[in-house]
């Protein structure tokens, strides 16, 4: 496995794990910000063939309350 794709694969899980801490009772709230937007931000390029040739991620439909 390619280096980032570890670093992608470790991020991602790290974020689904932040993610199910935030569902327990007493979490941490202002933890759970701080530490999931620097995760998010820290996500590398994703590994080669993660999306189909000629996806755009931004290509989507408009959403209500979206820019």
Request: proline letters at 15%; glycine letters at 14%; hydrophobic letters at 35%.
């Amino acid at each position: 496995m390619c280096p980032n794709c570890e670093d992608f694969a470790r991020t991602v899980l790290m974020l689904g794990q932040l993610a199910l801490y935030g569902d327990t009772a007493g979490a941490d709230f202002y933890f759970i910000e701080i530490v999931g937007t620097s995760l998010a931000a820290s996500l590398p390029e994703p590994p080669p063939g993660t999306f189909p040739p000629g996806y755009d991620p931004n290509g989507g439909p408009d959403y209500p309350g979206g820019v």
